[in-house]
Structure formats: structure tokens, C-alpha cells
């Protein structure tokens, strides 16, 4: 399918406008893509963002926008989506060097066909009619720190604090709630590291219905793979205000940036590459091809999610905020509940990160570390819980299970089928994939459930 995006409403050639889907991007008259990110810019005091910057950012923001909105559905595999995409850029030249490489990445990541062309434009996301009074500053920070609201961006956040950095924390506002936390954190941080430089930027992004011909598409896609790049650009695009080399980091723990699929049938919708280093290292690529030298980093790449707690599980801020971090798959759920605690976001309980998470922190005391499901590893959960909801239990079983009754080198066949790693990286996740396997079977409680998965006793 064809793609236009738009910085000029009317720039579309009538001969495409009945067979395109047309996506605006104009700054100053609306559109159907958004972001709360220019006003951001302008607040940061910039006259103007670095146009290479800026042309990242729209990059992410159209593809974040094109995702969420073009439906896998039609699809001859429900899944697979071909691609073709128009996309105004500043840097024409630049963008077109890496056209090939990118688009191979867009693939990676979200598992369609992209097809990208750039095509010149004059037009400015962050062109500054006025003056901003209400300033931001992030002058002193040292580096950029993504800041999700979970427990991993959270853990990652004490670490960079406690190795004296200066840290301006980045988060994308999926919905005010989430926010709220984010915001509470940061007070925390402050007070207990005066000393320190710590700025918070939230930033919301987003796609109306696209218009096809004469009209309005109102199909949406809940899958979403492409937010990490979104996260990313955004993130660079501050970490540029700053200097030249500022680092971006994006702390996530090693199970999940390779994520191997739960069971066989997963390979493909289930399997996000979202901070798989393959990933990482085309975005870095790129970024340097173009220009831009904020390099990317995951410190946490080959540590589990329990190694990354008990790093950090000393400092006096652990305890009493760790318990608020939401990791959940879908921490709004409880708002439609018909019974029971309508309190949200709250972690579920039962979806893949949340298990990932209790088996984290499983003997840790936290305050506040409540969940809608606190016993979903048990067979009595399966037995009562209707439709779709013990899914991605019965998957983490069907994995444990294959844990135990497969060999080393198909563990290692299936984690380079994720993506291409060194044969020192395969080594190193294949420790963090059966450390995390032990972690999930040591919060079973349920004996039927330890015979299922291959433990006997417990053992």
C-alpha cells in the first residue's frame, strides 16, 4: 500500500490522492500525526533543532504513526504489511545514503516490508514563530536516560545516579497516569541525589485516521513494534541539544532484548526486537552514517531482570518505589473491569512481563508491589480464567517445558534465530535465558505445575 506523509496539506499530486494513504504532519494547522515533542524543542530554548535531528524524529514519529494505523488484518498472513512510504525530509541526500539499510531495519523490527523514499522538503517541524516563556532547561546533564516506567528504565535510573551522573530522563506519555509516576520518581531522585543534575521530558505521540482518497480510515493496529524507535528518536534528538557525543542509554535486561519466542507458534507476532542488540547496532549504524554520534547503549544487555534488581536492591529509594513500577503488557485493563479493584495502571499479574517481573523480584520485599493476579503460575488460575487470559501462562509453561527436555545447541538455535549475534553474545545470552528459566521455575508453588514443566519435587 502507498503512504504519503505530509509536512504541506496540499502537496499530495492529484494523480495519487484516490490510491494513497495520506498522512499529515503539519505543525501549525493540526494533522492526523501529533507530538507534544516541537513544543518540547521550543521550550528547551532552541531556535532551531539540528535539521539532521529533526528529520530522525519525523522518521520515527511516521513509521510509530503508519504502525498503529495501517491494519495487519488485510494481510495475506495476518501479519506481513508491504509498505510504501513518502516521507518529507530536510536532509534528502543524507537520508537517501542509508535508505537500503534502514529499511532493512524497519523490517527487523516490525516484521513487514518497508519501502521507503525521501523526497526534499523546506518545511520545518520546529520552524519557531515566537518566543517560548515557559523554559525548560536540561543545561548540566551528562547523558539521556530512557524512562518507561518500568522496572528495568527504574533500576537503570539508581545505577546512573549512583555513579554520579547527571541524567535528563526521557518518557513517552502513553497515558496520564503513567506520567504521574514517572513524576514521583524524579522527585525522589532529586532529593536524594541534590548534588546531581536529574530533568525530566515527556512527550506524547500519536496518528488520527489517515484519509484514503476522499476517505477516513479508522482501522487501527494494537501490535505496535515500532515504539521503540519512536523512544529512541525522541531521545536523540534531546541527547543533541546536549552535545555531540551525549550518550543514550536504554537500560533493558537481556531475556527480553533477545526475546526468544515462548513456544514455536510465537516466532513471528509474539517476538518483539525492540532492544535486541542486532537492532541497536543498525540504529547506531545509521545514526553515525548520517551524522549523528549519540551512540546507544544498554548496560543491562547481558544481565537477567533478578540480576539487574539485586545490583541495586541496596539503595535506600529500592524498597519504597520499586513496588510502583509498572511493567504490565496492558496496565489500564483494570479501568473496564466489571468487578473487582478498578485501580489504574496496575500490573496484571498473569502477562509475560509481569511474570518476568515477579520472578525478579521474588523474595525481595517492596512496598506496594501489588498485581490484579497474584497467583497466576497455578493450574486453579488456568481452570477458572475465561477466554484469552492464561495464554501467556500456558506459553512461559510450554517454554519451561522445553527447557527441560531440550539441548544446549537448540537453545542456541533458537536464539540466533532472533537475530545475527557474535558467537561470544550467543554464550553470554544463553546464560541469561537459563538463569531466567530457573528464576520463572522457582515461582511456581503449584506441584502439578512442577511435574508439567519437568521439576520434580521443586527441584
Request: charged residues 20%; glycine residues 6%; aromatic residues 10%.
Amino acid at each position: 500500500m502507498n503512504i504519503w506523509i505530509n509536512k504541506n496539506v496540499n502537496d499530495l499530486p492529484d494523480e495519487e490522492r484516490s490510491a494513497t494513504y495520506k498522512f499529515d504532519i503539519n505543525s501549525f494547522s493540526g494533522g492526523t500525526i501529533y507530538s507534544s515533542l516541537r513544543e518540547i524543542w521550543l521550550r528547551l530554548d532552541s531556535k532551531l533543532i539540528n535539521s539532521i535531528y529533526e528529520d530522525f524524529f519525523v522518521i520515527g514519529l511516521t513509521v510509530f504513526a503508519v504502525d498503529k494505523r495501517i491494519s495487519r488484518d488485510g494481510t495475506r498472513d495476518r501479519w506481513t504489511r508491504d509498505l510504501h512510504v513518502s516521507i518529507p525530509v530536510l536532509n534528502c541526500e543524507e537520508w537517501n545514503s542509508v535508505r537500503s539499510q534502514l529499511e532493512k531495519t524497519l523490517n527487523y523490527l516490525t516484521g513487514d516490508t518497508w519501502n521507503l523514499v525521501f523526497r526534499p522538503t523546506t518545511e520545518r517541524f520546529t520552524d519557531r514563530r515566537m518566543s517560548c516563556r515557559d523554559t525548560l532547561s536540561i543545561e548540566g546533564c551528562n547523558a539521556v536516560s530512557l524512562f518507561s516506567g518500568g522496572l528495568d528504565s527504574f533500576c537503570g535510573a539508581l545505577r546512573l545516579l549512583e555513579e554520579g551522573n547527571s541524567i535528563c530522563f526521557i518518557g513517552h506519555n502513553e497515558y496520564p497516569q503513567l506520567a504521574a509516576i514517572q513524576n514521583s520518581f524524579v522527585s525522589a531522585f532529586r532529593r536524594q541525589y541534590p548534588n546531581q543534575t536529574i530533568k525530566f521530558v515527556d512527550f506524547t505521540a500519536g496518528s488520527w485516521a489517515p484519509v484514503f482518497g476522499d476517505e477516513i480510515i479508522r482501522t487501527t493496529e494494537n501490535t505496535s513494534r515500532s515504539r521503540s524507535l519512536l523512544f529512541i528518536s525522541a531521545a536523540v534528538s534531546i541527547a543533541g541539544l546536549l552535545g555531540d557525543n551525549v550518550p543514550v542509554y536504554i537500560p533493558e535486561n537481556g531475556f527480553i532484548g533477545i526475546n526468544v519466542p515462548l513456544t514455536y507458534s510465537r516466532m513471528g507476532t509474539c517476538s518483539t526486537r525492540t532492544t535486541h542488540p542486532c537492532f541497536i547496532k543498525q540504529i547506531n549504524s545509521i545514526l553515525r552514517s548520517v551524522g549523528i554520534n549519540n551512540p546507544l547503549e544498554n548496560f543491562f544487555a547481558y544481565n537477567t531482570k533478578r540480576e539487574i534488581v539485586q545490583a541495586v536492591n541496596n539503595n535506600p529509594l529500592f524498597y519504597g518505589l520499586a513496588g510502583q513500577t509498572i511493567s504490565c503488557s496492558h496496565p489500564c485493563l483494570p479501568r473496564w473491569s466489571k468487578e473487582g479493584d478498578r485501580t489504574y495502571p496496575k500490573n496484571c499479574g498473569y502477562c509475560y512481563p509481569c511474570l518476568i517481573r515477579k520472578s525478579s523480584l521474588n523474595g525481595i520485599a517492596v512496598a506496594n508491589d501489588e498485581y490484579t493476579e497474584h497467583n497466576a503460575l497455578s493450574m486453579e488460575f488456568i481452570r477458572r480464567s475465561k477466554k484469552d487470559k492464561p495464554n501467556d501462562v500456558k506459553a512461559i509453561l510450554s517454554s519451561l517445558y522445553r527447557f527441560h527436555t531440550i539441548e544446549d545447541s537448540e537453545l542456541m538455535r533458537l536464539i540466533s534465530c532472533t537475530g545475527p549475534l557474535e558467537s561470544e553474545e550467543m554464550e553470554r545470552f544463553l546464560r541469561v535465558y537459563r538463569s531466567t528459566m530457573i528464576d520463572l521455575i522457582n515461582i511456581i508453588n503449584d506441584d502439578g505445575m512442577l511435574n508439567y514443566v519437568g521439576v520434580n519435587n521443586g527441584e
